[in-house]
């Protein structure tokens, strides 16, 4: 089975300072890809980062980066440069091939509060 | 143009009743998804389809039953509905069986029970 562990229900960061959220996770899967979304307050969820579990170079698209430990079985997201849009809730997900790749598992999500 | 769309957004009705959500992809995807999202905001799938064909039914009570009429469309109907059936029910969809990329999410249909 796999699961999704995020620990910190809620964070806080200033305006311009970076930020990571932390995620860690079980499978038994030998194959399977680590997610990243974000839930404004609107409601809708949007796709941020994906890591594959072969993937040898940490995942990076823009201000995000995916910080994938294997060993540590961890996919900690970081935020650089934080900006107000960017107060919302955040959900570590994953799919792995024993499944193939049908069924994305999430984590109970944290919150993130940017202040000025 | 909306990638992934699910009407109505809200539903407000009574306990018994008996409702529908449509959603319908234009993104030429083989895969669409069912999701509720509840008041802790866990997200947890309901049923996923490939190509018109169930794949997975993740436990969920027999009064929800999802029809794919093609692979563009998964729709979700729900009989004698419960108060615990209050939720956001998210409609999604990805690339075949077996690809490892992204889902896209519909806005989400906001569901009330009274």
């Known amino acids: 089975a796999q699961k999704i562990t995020q620990t910190q229900p809620g964070m806080f960061v200033q305006e311009k300072e970076a930020v990571t959220l932390d995620c860690t996770y079980d499978?038994?899967?030998?194959?399977?890809?680590l997610f990243w979304y974000k839930q404004p307050s609107s409601g809708e969820m949007i796709f941020l980062i994906y890591?594959?579990?072969?993937?040898?170079q940490n995942a990076t698209e823009g201000r995000y980066s995916l910080n994938f430990q294997k060993a540590r079985k961890s996919a900690n997201l970081v935020i650089s440069a934080s900006q107000l849009g960017d107060s919302a809730m955040y959900f570590c997900?994953?799919?792995?091939?024993?499944?193939?790749?049908?069924?994305?598992?999430f984590g109970t999500g944290t919150r993130l509060l940017v202040s000025p | 143009d909306t990638a992934v769309s699910q009407t109505p957004k809200y539903l407000v009705t009574q306990m018994g009743n008996d409702k529908s959500i449509k959603c319908e992809q234009n993104?030429?995807?083989?895969?669409m998804y069912w999701y509720k999202q509840d008041s802790k905001k866990f997200l947890k799938i309901m049923f996923s389809?490939?190509?018109?064909?169930?794949?997975i039914n993740e436990t969920v009570p027999n009064r929800f039953s999802p029809k794919s009429p093609d692979k563009a469309h998964l729709n979700l109907h729900i009989n004698s509905l419960e108060l615990g059936d209050s939720a956001v029910y998210f409609c999604?969809?990805?690339?075949?069986?077996?690809?490892?990329?992204?889902?896209?999410f519909g806005e989400g249909s906001r569901l009330t029970v009274l």
């Open positions: 389809y490939n190509n018109k064909e169930l794949i």
């Open positions: 890591q594959g579990s072969y993937d040898q």
């Open positions: 993104l030429g995807h083989d895969t």
């Open positions: 999604a969809s990805s690339l075949g069986q077996g690809n490892t990329g992204e889902l896209f």
């Open positions: 499978t038994s899967d030998p194959s399977y890809g």
């Open positions: 997900a994953m799919r792995g091939v024993n499944t193939g790749f049908q069924k994305l598992v």
